[in-house]
Structure formats: structure tokens, C-alpha cells
């Protein structure tokens, strides 16, 4: 068996370059169908079999050493790298979001940006001080593939965010003594009956009609990051990285209240999905 010594005798001194052999080494048997042990540690297949994506790694394999360098490790998307978890950021151990990503703030511009968006959605001056608020981000846009039925079957309805809201405005004045009356939605939804309704409950919403005009295609969706990063209270949708990130973003940086909301997809069944399970969660 391989030590750590003989290892770094043959020019295999870092983890890294240890675990692309065990990559290589697992992919071969599974590609070449050689069989593989029963008592073989599972939960180290499973890793080394999630780490190979074509989409999310650039690496060639062959030869296996093939390496140019240890120190230099590229990504083209970061949304499914993990340390102990396929997507732990979910988790309140992710490193990730501990060591580095709850240190990386806004930059001037783009909050003095999203400020100016909050105050003409809540109808303010220009240097009216933001009262504090709950954010509600709903996200259905590409989400809508993962429903197999009408997507009003699938997405909570506006009266599950409600009950989020007051229990979040509760636990708010509870907490912090502070009494939050603003409410500010974002969305992707193109519905205008769904914003119609969002409106008669008097949740605000941002005007995006200029933004990509102004600033490019990217920045509805930053400003929308920015917005509920600064809320005091956050109504967090299931499984969305964007609002997995913003929920801990808040309870990070303005130690917020966050309450998530869960969907029904293909995958999972549904925690609320009816005005009627909410009223009698309501009333339990």
C-alpha cells in the first residue's frame, strides 16, 4: 500500500494530485466496467464521482498525471463546488460561506445603486433614509421545467409568503423591538394577474424596465441580490442558489430573520402548496 512517503517519492506530494489519481482510478474501473469492492468506502466514490461534470470541470485526464500545476485550479462555474456535501452551502458548516463568502460585500456602486431602486420603489426622496423591510425574492423563470403539472401547482401561493411575513414581522418586533410595515418583492414572474395580486397586499416592487437599457443584462438580477442582502427580514424560496445566498446574506450581515418556503417539483413533495394547508397550519 502507498504512504504518504512513498507517494512524495514518485512526485505526489499534495492532496490535490492524490485525489485526481483516485478520480482517474474509479472513473477507469466504472468506464471499463472492472469491478469494484463492496466494503470500498462509498462515500468516497460518490465524491470523487460527483467532482467529474464536464460542465463544471476543465480537466483532461489522460494521461492520469497530466498536471500542469497543483497551485493553479480553474472552475468556469462554482455553483455545485462543495467541501463534504453535493451543495453545502446550504449547510450552516459550509466553509465556503464561513471563511470567504460572508465576507464579500457589496461595492459602492452597485449598493448606491440598488439604494436608489428601494427608495422609488417605496416612494422615497432621493436621501430618505430606507426604512427596514422583509424581501420576498420568487424565483420561477427556469424553475418552471422542474414542475410536471400547472405551475400554479407547483409554486407556493402569495398567501404562504403572507403567513412568512407576519410570523417574520412578529419575530422581528419580538427580537429587535423594531416594527417593520414595508415589504418588498422581486420576481421573475411575468404573470401580471400573480403581480396584480402581490400588489393588492401592498408588497412594493422594483421597476426594472430600464434597467438592462442602463446598465446591461446582468444587473436585474444584482440589483435584486443587493436589495435583499439589506433587508431585516428575508422569506427565502427552497433550493434557488440566488435565494439560498441572499437568506444568509441577511442573517449574516443585518442578523435578520429568515423563514424559508418550500415548493413541490418532480423530485419533492410539497411542505406548502395550498391556500388550505397554510389556514390550517394557521390554525394548528
Known sequence: MWTSDSLKGVGVSTIGQRLAILKAVYLLKVAHKIYIQPDTPSEASERLEGLYNPRLLNIQLSPILGIASDHLFCLDDLSQVSVRDLLDYHQEMSPAWRFVGQHMHWTPRIQSIANQYIR?????????????????????????????????????????????????????????????????????EKGSLWWDAARKRKWARLDHSETTKRYGAWYTVLIDEVVASGAVGFVATDRPITSVLAARRVASWQHGVVRTLAWETKRRKPLEATDAQVEREGRA
Not at 136 to 141: R, S
Not at 145 to 156: I, T
Not at 159 to 187: F, P
Open 120 to 188: 422609488r420603489a417605496f416612494s422615497l426622496d432621493p436621501t430618505e433614509a430606507i426604512p427596514p423591510c422583509v424581501a420576498i425574492p420568487v424565483q420561477h423563470g427556469d424553475w418552471r421545467s422542474w414542475c410536471d403539472r400547472p405551475v400554479d401547482e407547483c409554486f407556493a401561493p402569495l398567501s404562504a409568503y403572507a403567513r412568512k411575513v407576519k410570523d417574520i414581522k412578529a419575530e422581528i418586533q419580538r427580537s429587535k423591538g423594531i416594527t417593520v410595515d414595508r415589504v418588498l418583492m422581486t420576481s421573475d
